[in-house]
């Protein structure tokens, strides 16, 4: 068996590599979600007792379609040029080909989330720049790719891919969908981290079981 | 001859091997059995199942019932050894079109763990003759360049056992025979080859055993020594329907 670290930095570092090329992921999920936010901007207007309401609804609509988008193409890069063959074949385990890939979506589903906050602050005139805030973001984020990963690697053997990403995934994440609303509104609106904690607590409890069932359930899904 | 890993004393054993997909079975309690050093040419038209086979001993697809055993070692028991012993070439060059042949090698060479990655590259590269274009992306490299190069990501890991689907597909002639060259030098003797083909010329001039592949079983199974051309063709024709 091959070390688990070194071989899930290698495959880290192939898809950060493949990205900077093709630009594929970021630069589709940040058109997405930018429009997302400026429509929303627009249909909502600056009203200062609208926004506050619907300020955490919007960011979690522009993240978590956005991020959908990037996962559609994890696998689709491996599968279109046959490189997950490639990848079968080798020794690595298979959790590590799941964590690594899993790594690889959350980098730039964060990237892209660390460039859509500014924007978000300016069209909404709120501070998303809070510790309690980001903390949500991460946690939910991992949740998201971790469970997202593993959806995109069996969505990828379906005939409609982009579709079917969606629909077997997004039913699945709506605990983690409105753990962070939840937290993100009560941040936003300045509450403490005890207001907080039940919806922080759902998050980090769904993250640690994607995680283990996604990496258990891996191999089977890539096995033919 | 390379040294496997496994203590098994065939390279390859198959014992009632029967794939099915769906409604179709594709693979009908079939059993193989190849000595190491040994280069096989399994022939059969298209649909025989030929590609199936390789999938099977090679890890990736599942046998819905049989046993395989690859370099000494149970499939089911232990993939993760077998892949260490095998190298696979498929009509598909299973390279990164956006990486440059050395990151390509590089990867994958990471992806099995070697110590000795760059010299490895290096020996492979002089081999294969892909030195001259290491810098350049996969995806601009012809055919017959990234199927050159493909060989040399399946033994860069020197694998004792190779498994060749097709690997003629696509290519021109003077790639063809540049392939046939290599494969019938270089590796002949040196490890145990496993070519699945439908092209009864290459097989022949290639393998030092021969097998046809129909109806899901291997129905003829040969010492290369012990046949002529046009028998073998005859029999070919006989078992498959399909005119050499």
Redesign the interface.
Known sequence: ???FW??VA??MW?DI??EL??RDIVISVLAFALLSLVIFNFALGPSPQITPVVAPGVLWVAFTFAGVLGLTRTFV?EKD???L?????????REAIYVGKMLGSLFFMLLAEIIILPVFAVLFNISPFRPELLLVILLATIGFASMGTLFSAIAVNTRSREIMLPMLFLPVVVPIIIGAVMASGTALEGGSWSDMVKSIQLIAVFDVLALVFSAFAFEHVL?? | MVEPDGNGSLAIKVRGLTKVYGPQVVLRNLDLELSWGNFLIVFGPNGSGKTTLIKALSTISRPTEGEVSVAGFDLKRNPAAIRRNIGLVTHQPLLYGDLTALENLRFHGKMFGLTNLEERIEKVADLMGVNSFLGRKASILSHGMQKRLSLARAILHDPPILLLDEPETGLDQEALEMLGQMMGAGERGRRTVVMATHSVERGLALGNRLAILSGGKIAFHEDRANIDEAMFKSTYGRFTGVAS
């Open positions: 068996m091959t070390k070194p071989t290698a495959l192939k590599l493949l090329r093709t890069l040029q046959g490189n063959v490639g990848l079968l074949l080798t020794p690595t385990s096995q033919e």
